[in-house]
């Protein structure tokens, strides 16, 4: 189609919106965070990075996201074969369902874990509590609001493969004598892969960031169960420049690592849209 | 294909509590009914990896959810009521509220304009953008507010300072919700044939009736469907705003900082009234999503 010239300056028009839209929303203010991090070189960051705290805040990150990202991973490829595979009453109020924690307020899925898991109030907590574990202000808390808070991430990612792929390689399969493991481990996963991949990440990312919900369930206790966010949120709050780099140090750390999954996201994904 | 062994016909109910559906079991295999069996009924083996997953989402979602609201009608209807009618929860339900539709209003033209140009418009460093869009996604909200906070806040290099104003509410809300739109309407316009616009031209349509008549009823779903994700995460933000707003009563506290407040003041029924509401608009814009994509099967 040719273009005429209002059109030219439409489409520049529209181009420069956009970019200064991004711009002032995203680009400059990240780029400064990124700034003052360094504002007083690379040394003061590395220091701050080296305090015990900041050291077993980020330790207890990473582990609670890895269980999270292993159960949701382990849940999300059971669950999307259901969905996809199987007719059962109740699928489709189940399909709706479990993207119903991305639509939840992390403060609500804290709240609504300590109600149900608190030793001291919780409907099950007492009895877990007795049988000598403890949830909430606890790991397994922290796990399970981060598990909680990323748990459609793996299905929304497998369940549109799954459905593209059909059956028909699966049944050729199940017919020459394959079981359903072999089925599962032969054809299924190594079709559904990048999907999964690009979920697993997902829900990496997302785990490793989730502040409000873990805020709820963990207390937040420094050297006990202060997660990387909320080191950042104590350390912005208190006075000093210690605190402040500290707290620049770890988002600018939390940050970087959230830019890198999105870096493999998108060269996962080569041209969206591409695949089909 | 091989007929599945032992296919169980009914599954036991799904939505009571955790455990009722892992007792289905092979027990069905004398209820089998004359007419084939559909490829797709459950197995004792999926049967039972359903009863666990099952299982898993109650014990994780659906138990806390459901005692969010047992805890909220504890106290009855009057209680409940007392709780939300402070002056406070009210100012605070409604910033969060009217925030949210205001911001969804923005991303409704900006985001499906961003999508225009991502999939329209060629110029060098489109992927950057592409990359750009999905940060607030991947950055966690506390880094959110740090990062407004840098641009907007008391050190800014524009010289505003909108740190603990409803405008940071507002700033929080738009960075937070930035890639919904986008994601859901770029894919529909990567489909959309070019050659419809071009016989709508062709037939003397102006580019603005084209875009009215032809791109705007076929984008109006994913429109849709970005807008309720975007108010709906929009109205249960909470980590960008914690260093970002000051959550001030009656000035820049949202619902969720509410609930927080009462939560670590130990007023738990107080917090499941305030979550109560944003659980049932969370549960409306689900169904909502639900029906735009059934409707959109059904006409594709």
């Known amino acids: 189609m040719h273009e005429t010239s209002g059109h030219r300056v439409m489409r520049w028009a529209l181009r420069l919106i956009v970019i200064g839209y991004l711009f002032f929303l995203v680009i400059w203010p990240v780029a400064l965070v990124a700034a003052k991090t360094f504002a007083g070189g690379l040394a003061p960051v590395i220091n701050a990075l080296r305090q015990p705290e900041v050291i077993f805040a980020f330790q207890l990150t990473l582990s609670a996201a890895f269980w999270a990202v292993v159960i949701n991973t382990m849940f999300g490829v059971g669950i999307s074969l259901l969905l996809v595979r199987y007719t059962f009453p109740g699928r489709r109020a189940l399909n709706a369902m479990v993207d119903l924690p991305l639509s939840v307020s992390p403060v609500v899925v804290g709240l609504a874990l300590v109600l149900v898991y608190s030793g001291r109030t919780g409907w099950l907590g007492e009895g877990i509590e007795q049988a000598g574990f403890q949830v909430i202000y606890a790991p397994p808390g922290i796990i399970m609001a981060t598990a909680f808070v990323s748990l459609p991430l793996v299905i929304r990612e497998v369940v549109p493969v799954l459905t593209e792929i059909g059956t028909e390689q699966e049944q050729a399969a199940r017919s020459l004598g394959a079981s359903a493991l072999q089925t599962f481990g032969r054809i299924t996963l190594p079709a559904i892969r990048w999907g999964l991949l690009y979920g697993v990440v997902l829900s990496l990312a997302r785990s490793l960031g989730e502040f409000g919900a873990v805020k709820i369930v963990s207390g937040g206790v420094a050297m006990r169960t202060q997660t990387a966010t909320l080191l950042v949120e104590e350390r912005y709050q208190q006075f000093g420049v210690v605190n402040s780099i500290t707290a620049y140090a770890a988002a600018f750390i939390l940050a970087l690592i959230a830019v890198i999954a999105l870096i493999i996201i998108t060269s996962l994904r080569p041209g969206r849209g591409r695949s089909r | ?300």
Request: with cysteine; aromatic share 6%.
């Open chain 2, 1 to 300: 294909m091989t007929p599945s062994v032992g296919t169980i016909d009914v599954q036991p109910a799904l939505t009571p509590p955790a455990g009722a559906a892992t007792t289905g079991g092979p027990r069905d295999h004398r209820h089998r009914l004359p007419r084939a069996k559909s490829a797709t009924s459950l197995t004792p083996i999926s049967g039972l990896g359903l009863g666990i997953a099952l299982t898993w989402f109650s014990l994780l979602v659906l138990i806390p959810l459901a005692a969010v609201l047992v805890q909220a009608s504890a106290g009855g209807w009057s209680a409940y009521w007392e709780a939300l009618s402070s002056p406070q929860t009210l100012a605070a339900l409604e910033l969060t509220v009217g925030q949210a539709v205001l911001v969804t209003a923005v991303n409704i033209v900006m985001g499906t304009t961003i999508a225009w140009v991502l999939v329209r418009d060629q110029f060098a460093g489109k992927q950057l953008l592409e990359v750009v869009i999905d940060i607030p996604f991947a950055l966690p909200t506390i880094v959110a507010g740090l990062v407004l906070l840098s641009l907007y806040g008391p050190s800014s290099p524009l010289g505003v300072n909108w740190a603990n104003t409803p405008v940071a509410v507002f700033l929080a809300f738009l960075f937070v919700t930035l890639p919904f739109i986008v994601r859901t309407v770029q894919p529909v316009l990567l489909e959309l044939e070019q050659e419809v616009e071009e016989a709508a031209a062709s037939l003397g349509a102006s580019r603005f009736t084209t875009f009215r008549l032809v791109i705007l009823p076929s984008l109006a779903p994913a429109i849709a469907s970005g807008a309720a994700l975007s108010f709906c995460r929009a109205i249960s933000e909470y980590g960008s705003l914690v260093l970002l707003s000051g959550n001030l009563p009656y000035s820049t506290e949202v619902a969720s900082v509410r609930i927080m407040s009462s939560v670590e003041g130990d007023h738990l029924t107080e917090a499941a009234a305030v979550a109560s509401i944003l659980l049932v608009v969370a549960l409306i814009v689900i169904i909502t999503l639900d029906l735009i994509s059934r409707r959109v099967a059904r006409y594709a």
